[in-house]
């Protein structure tokens, strides 16, 4: 197939190609956001919506498990460095622990920014998908499930923008 | 002859901790325990070493790497033919003299049971080009590329030089530098990096070998609804996760926390962006309102920290720095290098200045995703020598504002503009174990 005919395909199947799906991983993983994340993944429209509909809906994905291995090298670099005798003297919590305190937080987080991201994409399937969450309510980590409930009630209750 | 063992493959940290432990079933029980430090491969640098027709003589380092890949203290032993001499060693790094009949050879370094070798080859690598190896060459094997032979190893003219080389590979001339420059930088034993611009290593000093380490002093900030008890020791956590990151790469600081951590009285508002715009123009970057110190670096565990996107969408950021001292760190979704990583804003890694504040993301010529001031990595945990010396000694660095260190501002040059020379580009890395001290105040306007 030609390379136009494969972007034709990936265009009409929603499918994103890998930079661009590099772009949704950028938005869901940047820290201070100062390189436009967003606006990048909202400029991908309605082909953005099934990977953020996916990670809206608890997929397991790729920012995931990038994430939790970052949390697991500190971890280690922490312990390694306490063992050394050159931080501070206190004991560290056991490794899943340590990894729990950031990945809860952090799961909610992006999926705040999914909900962020199909919100200013605005389109009829973006829409569904905000819908859909909130009906199915399959957001997970009960601890932060409000805060991305009460994102998701805030939004789709609006006109779209 | 010495065969090269296979390598075991870098480990995966993630199979450690969480083996057996999908994601969605993670618990706090049963998790299996983790493995202890161990050194799981050596790594010699340069892998594949050109001697010139007439240099005899040449240093080699070797790194011992842990399992998740910082250096690891370990016992070095070298092999090598009855061919070659050992002269000295000195930690990871070992000197050699090979006669000039000795067309190649190989040289082992081992450990734990690791091993590694470096090919020694008695040729150029490109034709009619000869390898002049600077006098006192040191870990990184910096030397320069030159047109013909040489009667010696220690250039008197660099007219002819068309490549340097660190790390056992080729990089582009930038100027015309003259010798003294390159010898010293040799001696120093600074690698030259393939991107970036010859750096006169005379020029500042880096303080990130100096031992002890020098304390940056922090005092952290939290709001009413939190427990300082309860915060204090995840605090310490990311504290450590900073300072091991610093201890790793040599950077020569050392993050220490006022005991108490201090409650943001609530009002005015607490801040969860700088104020005004997030990022004016220097100089007027303001700090957020509030009591905070001014002679500390503030870390303020904000309930939010925010910042503005598409169609004015407010969204949260897990950090931020505002000048001069403020860290605003977002409480409810950081991540343990999110601490390390604002206080490298803090400490003057913010250029190039509106294209990327200071971000690795779209950087060539280092590891980007490796490094601590990419914006999303998972993996960020190295700095690099030239953020390394912005940090010590940029005029945006927190530690050459007035309040902190008066004075110590040797003006660093941005990172693509201005006269290459005073500092090493933002890029430059090197593998030095020890820089002679120079006095940053005496170098040149």
Redesign the interface.
């Known amino acids: 197939m030609s390379r136009a005919g494969v972007l034709l395909l990936l265009a009409a199947t929603g499918c994103l190609s890998t930079p661009e799906r590099r772009a949704v991983d950028a938005w869901l993983a940047c820290e201070e956001c100062l390189a436009g994340e967003l606006d990048s993944v909202v400029t991908l429209g309605w082909r953005a919506v099934p990977a953020l509909s996916s990670v809206l809906n608890g997929a397991a994905d790729s920012v995931t498990r990038t994430a939790v291995e970052q949390f697991a090298q500190s971890y280690l670099r922490i312990r390694h460095f306490r063992s050394l005798g050159l931080g501070t003297m206190q004991g560290i919590d056991d490794s899943a622990s340590f990894v729990l305190r950031y990945l809860a937080p952090h799961r909610a987080a992006i999926q705040k920014r999914a909900v962020l991201a199909l919100w200013n994409i605005g389109t009829p399937s973006a829409y569904s998908a905000l819908r859909y969450a909130r009906a199915r309510q399959r957001l997970r980590l009960d601890s932060q499930r409000a805060d991305v409930t009460s994102l998701l009630d805030s939004l789709v209750l609006l006109p779209p923008p | 002859m010495i065969h090269r063992l296979a390598l075991p493959s870098t480990p995966a940290?993630?199979t450690?901790?969480?083996v057996g432990?999908?994601?969605?079933s993670?618990?706090?029980?049963g998790?299996p325990?983790?493995p202890a430090?161990e050194l799981t491969a050596i790594q010699v640098v340069p892998q594949v070493l050109y001697l010139g027709a007439t240099e005899e003589t040449f240093s080699v380092h070797a790194r011992a790497v842990?399992?998740?890949g910082?250096r690891y203290p370990a016992t070095l032993t070298w092999l090598l033919p009855a061919s070659a001499t050992l002269l000295t060693t000195s930690g990871d790094t070992a000197q050699f003299q090979v006669p000039l009949g000795v067309p190649e050879l190989e040289i082992a370094v081992s450990a734990d049971g690791q091993l590694d070798v470096l090919r020694v080859l008695r040729a150029a690598p490109l034709p009619d080009m000869d390898l002049a190896l600077a006098a006192g060459s040191a870990p990184g094997m910096a030397g320069a590329m030159v047109r013909g032979r040489r009667d010696n190893g220690a250039c008197t003219d660099l007219s002819d030089v068309i490549a340097f080389v660190g790390h056992g590979r080729l990089g582009r001339l930038e100027g015309a530098p003259a010798c003294d420059p390159l010898a010293l930088v040799a001696q120093v034993g600074m690698a030259i990096h393939e991107e970036g611009p010859l750096w006169n290593a005379s020029a500042q000093a880096i303080d990130g070998h100096s031992d002890p380490p020098k304390t940056v002093g922090i005092e952290v900030w939290t709001t009413a609804d939190v427990d300082p008890s309860v915060l204090a020791?995840?605090v310490?956590?990311e504290?450590?996760?900073a300072?091991?990151?610093f201890?790793?790469n040599r950077v020569g600081l050392r993050l220490v926390r006022d005991p108490t951590i201090r409650l943001h009285p609530g009002s005015p508002p607490v801040p969860s962006r700088c104020d005004g715009p997030d990022?004016k123009a220097e100089p007027g970057w303001m700090a957020p309102a509030g009591p905070f110190p001014t002679n500390l670096l503030v870390v303020l565990y904000a309930p939010t920290v925010t910042?503005l996107?598409?169609?004015s969408?407010v969204?949260?950021?897990?950090?931020?720095f505002c000048r001069p001292n403020v860290i605003l760190i977002n409480r409810?979704?950081?991540?343990?290098?999110?601490l390390a990583?604002e206080v490298g804003h803090a400490l003057g890694l913010v250029e190039p200045w509106g294209l990327?504040?200071g971000?690795t993301?779209a950087f060539t010529g280092l590891r980007p995703a490796q490094n601590l001031m990419h914006?999303?990595?998972?993996?960020?945990?190295h700095l690099s020598l030239g953020q390394i010396y912005r940090m010590h000694h940029d005029r945006r660095s927190w530690l050459t504002q007035p309040l902190f260190t008066p004075g110590l501002d040797c003006g660093c040059d941005p990172y693509s503009s201005g006269p290459p020379g005073n500092c090493p580009t933002l890029v430059a890395d090197f593998r030095a174990t020890k820089t002679p001290p120079i006095n940053c105040t005496s170098m040149p306007p």
């Open positions: 940290l993630l450690a901790v969480l432990c999908p994601l969605d993670c618990d706090d029980s998790g325990s983790l430090p842990d399992q998740w910082f020791p995840l310490d956590d504290i450590d996760e300072n091991a990151i201890h790793h990022y910042g996107g598409a169609k969408t969204f949260t950021r897990r950090g931020l409810l979704d950081r991540v343990p290098t999110t990583h990327t504040w971000h993301n914006d999303a990595s998972s993996e960020r945990r």
